[in-house]
């Protein structure tokens, strides 16, 4: 067999089973969006039998004839060989894992879930222990099923983000964490910190019609196609889908007009990404996103950089005025602008600030190396917690509900994926500092309403790969350097340290 | 192998493929409600997915191993072997009809629809025949590979009504059409047919909002159970779903309150058939519909004998005034009850009220009876048309776009499809006789806003029963006696006599 016509039938393949598995992810939508009540046990039902078909395709052994031929090819160009590599990668993990270990697995991330929401219920660790001790050996047992005995954790670091491994990742932490937890210090302790959050409070009663108005306006002022995408309510907001079809959610309440906002353009950045992946190419290495940490530096840079900025505000705010008229006028503009970036430590990850949340990753990533090299027992885990907290954040939960028992992703055992929301932040500010260098009045565009050259820049330098290089090498590329965690402190100690008069 | 373990293997395999299928439903109503309106393509990609897959699961052998086990055991009870009968015919159909048929028949049903669609337009029959042509030759080949090549239309009928043929159609609609043409004569040369038009005019400008509150108080109040299916908005009002995820649509028009309405209660009455099937069995012969007509039978049943009845209205007329103060201050009780029950001879099948409804259908199965036994030619199928038109409807159109070219069904091949809209209301007219005399005072009943003891009677005599009995034989147990068009004809003479004063 010729190798092009191998590789055409590959990439078929390939495609195929992504359709099946994106009308799996679609199922994943309407779940948390319009699923009955009643509806759970069918739709559990409906998701094994379309996963169960698509790990039937994924495995079959054509592909793994085709794999091999074209791996012997050496002929074949850059972005044909990142193809076959990923699909070599989906179709190891198809095909090397047993069947029975797959399904113990899954029931194991079922019943270790339902533990864990009854532990935090009682805030009872000792229930909980012994799922992460069965959660950290399925995770060794996975590794070494892929060859990766010998580094477990680096493996579950590579499934999320496809070439990363500890050691790198601790080396940029480490930097970062030096100067972070100073800067939080700072910031907390200034008196303007207390205005932000009072500004914060005052902002309630904003009516949901016009919050969705407003909402609407900015993401599609952003770049968001809604030809090619819809936003929607769920009780957590996501981003799903792909290509022409994403689907983005949020929750709206009267009294935190910002969450819901924020939420939005959070996952305006993630469906940004998506909706600018190559479209023939979806499925494949050239039409996915490179990785967790790259999806998650694109919403965060939509999020905070963007959104979180004078320029943004300056062109928004006439309008935010217009719809909230009573509402708004509570805050004056410089309140407005603290309360949007306001900064409060909090014991939980997910209601911290753009500045702590990167402490919080820390805390886990440390942990999670500490639980996979040995060197720390899961019995030992809170007190672990607890004197981490103190250290990072500077606040020691009160009990584990508020500790070691606060995030689900453990409970069915996705270790190594923390990781990948600060590198996300990482790589945003790394990005934002290379779009800033070759475009200087980003911010005079931003007062102006036009977000199009950021968008373009992303188009070009991010989302047009897709997946076709590692996630260093990406931003290597994109920005001219290795991956660093100094843009991301700089960018803070200039917006914080501003905001909030503290001297570097 | 036991016959036991054989059955038990044979109920897994058709209900995890039946999970699949239903996740293919899922992504056809999305389709319909969500669908952003770039992502046609992807969708068109997803549904193929999925479709192949089931048709993997759905034709694999050891499903016709277990199937021959099966049949082979004469100590099986009834259900059980109406399970395994209709599985049979479901392999059948998934092994016996060639890759490539299929694939062909596929795109001839997409270059047919967009043919009908251009020839609608343009109002050029010509441009369609060919398509006709082609469709009626599929159809005749499908019936072949199935063994049916004698009886192609039989063949098509049983597709959708499992056991029904043409002779016993025919039958029933040449006593039906003797009845119901001057029926129609009589009702439309009424002056109150003016009155009942009049006052359905007369209803404009219903808010939306308080349209959504009333319909879902009806549709609640007769049933459909909310945690187990939802109601949205689409463009062509439809049901989709079963068990405990019944996806409903309707549409909203400010000037036509009634359409949106009894859109809804239409297909509420699918939507309790699909919720009141045994959960256990779904997707088995004890799981699914009978087939069209019983289907059809259940929302016309609903909409039409006790959506339009008096003592519904006397229950819920309060509220609708409530609802709509001013909009409904321009009819009284008399004149709502008549828009209610307004009848208007139309061209267009789609448009027709639920007496000359039938005649519409009667016209369409005559014709297709006419093209497969070949005593038809496509190119008179037009003349042919308005023939029956004006001798059926009393209408005869000045174009084949309000003729021969008004229906999408033929334009993909789904001949024999239209009867079941008839005999729904045949089979709705004569449960709804047989429930009346177990209880006679029903509109009582009804004018309490109690409809509980109608829909257990449904789920007992009906909807418990899934594919268990052929329609013949279902109707035959609930009703005492054999399908018959007389009650139809009562029912009509008695609701549209009463109204319009026409004597008998």
């Given at each position: 067999m010729r190798s092009r016509d191998a590789y055409v039938e590959l990439v078929n393949l390939v495609q195929r089973a992504h359709a099946l598995a994106t009308a799996g992810d679609l199922l994943g939508w309407d779940e948390q969006v319009n699923l009955p009540p009643g509806a759970a046990e069918q739709r559990a039902a409906q998701h094994a039998a379309v996963a169960e078909a698509h790990h039937g395709w994924a495995s079959q052994p054509r592909i793994g004839e085709l794999l091999a031929a074209l791996e012997a090819d050496d002929t074949l160009g850059g972005a044909e060989r990142a193809v076959i590599a990923n699909a070599r990668r989906d179709y190891d993990r198809a095909t090397k894992l047993p069947a029975d270990f797959v399904q113990e697995k899954a029931r194991q991330g079922s019943r270790g879930y339902h533990a864990w929401a009854r532990a935090k219920a009682a805030d009872d660790f000792g229930g909980y222990a012994p799922v992460l001790e069965k959660n950290l050996e399925f995770a060794r047992r996975e590794a070494a099923y892929l060859g990766k005995a010998e580094a477990p954790y680096d493996y579950m670091l590579d499934k999320h983000d496809p070439g990363l491994n500890a050691a790198t990742i601790a080396t940029l932490f480490d930097e970062l964490k030096g100067e972070l937890v100073p800067l939080v210090r700072e910031v907390t302790a200034s008196p303007v910190a207390e205005t932000a959050r009072a500004a914060s409070r005052r902002l309630r009663g904003f009516p949901i019609d016009a919050q969705r108005q407003f909402l609407r306006e900015v993401t599609t002022a952003v770049g968001f196609d809604y030809d090619c995408g819809r936003i929607d309510v769920s009780l957590h907001p996501f981003c799903s889908g792909t290509g022409a079809d994403v689907r983005m959610t949020t929750r709206y309440q009267e009294n935190q007009p910002l969450d819901a906002l924020f939420s939005a353009i959070h996952e305006t950045g993630h469906g940004l990404y998506e909706q600018g992946l190559p479209r023939e190419h979806l499925g494949t290495a050239r039409g996915i996103a490179a990785g967790m940490a790259v999806h998650e530096s694109q919403s965060r840079l939509w999020e905070n950089?963007?959104?979180?900025s004078r320029g943004f505000w300056r062109h928004f705010e006439p309008r935010w005025r217009q719809l909230f008229g009573s509402q708004a006028a509570t805050v004056d503009a410089d309140e407005l602008y603290l309360a949007v970036n306001a900064v409060e430590p909090t014991l939980i990850r997910v209601d911290a600030d753009e500045v702590t949340y990167n402490l919080h990753i820390i805390l886990r990533f440390e942990l999670e190396q500490r639980l996979f090299s040995g060197e720390l027992r899961v019995a030992d885990l809170p007190s672990a917690w607890r004197a981490a907290s103190r250290e990072l954040v500077g606040l020691e939960p009160a009990n584990d509900r508020e500790g070691v028992l606060q995030d689900v992703h453990w409970s069915d055992g996705a270790f190594g994926y923390f990781p990948s929301y600060c590198l996300g932040n990482m790589i945003a500010a790394q990005l934002w500092h290379r779009m800033q260098e070759v475009r200087t009045d980003l911010d005079t565009d931003f007062a102006k309403g036009d977000f199009s050259w950021v968008l373009r820049w992303l188009r070009e330098n991010i989302h047009a790969h897709g997946r076709r290089f590692g996630t260093m090498e990406l931003i290597k590329r994109a920005t001219g350097e290795e991956l660093s965690p100094r843009h991301l402190i700089a960018y803070l100690r200039e917006r914080y340290g501003e905001l909030y008069r503290c001297a570097k």
């Open positions: 950089q963007i959104a979180r």
